[in-house]
Nanobody
Framework: QVQLVESGGGLVQAGGSLRLSCAAS????????MGWFRQAPGKERVFVSA????????NYADSVKGRFTISRDNAKSTVYLQMNSLRPEDTAVYYC???????????????????WGQGTQVTVSS
């Protein structure tokens, strides 16, 4: 049973920072690409960032490029999303996801991932 547990969300003022974590279990973490998506109220869940199994390849949605950084620690089976210069439009539930492959295409769709976490709320006040 694959499980993903996100943490680190919260309320922050615009311009602030948060670091999300996602702890994975039930699958050999180092063989799986990982991703972050987000879903704002009334909107679809959209891609934020992804990282290859080794961490050597990353990609980002244009809306977060230069502000967010994805990373992973395979020894801890954890993927991170460092979010800086947060904006009110970053407000959403953030979901961690794992893929059955080690590498992903540029801006992978939701269907590229087979397991999801429960989400963590990020709220950015203006």
């Amino acid at each position: 049973q694959v499980q993903l547990v996100e943490s680190g969300g919260g309320l922050v003022q615009a311009g602030g920072s948060l670091r999300l974590s996602c702890a994975a279990s039930g699958r050999t973490f180092s063989t799986s690409a990982m991703g972050w998506f987000r879903q704002a109220p009334g909107k679809e869940r959209v891609f934020v960032s992804a990282i290859s199994r080794s961490g050597g390849s990353t990609n980002y949605a244009d809306s977060v490029k230069g502000r967010f950084t994805i990373s992973r620690d395979n020894a801890k089976s954890t993927v991170y999303l460092q979010m800086n210069s947060l904006r009110p439009e970053d407000t959403a539930v953030y979901y961690c996801a794992t893929a059955s492959t080690g590498y992903l295409s540029y801006l992978p769709p939701r269907t590229a991932f087979d397991y999801w976490g429960q989400g963590t709320q990020v709220t950015v006040s203006s």
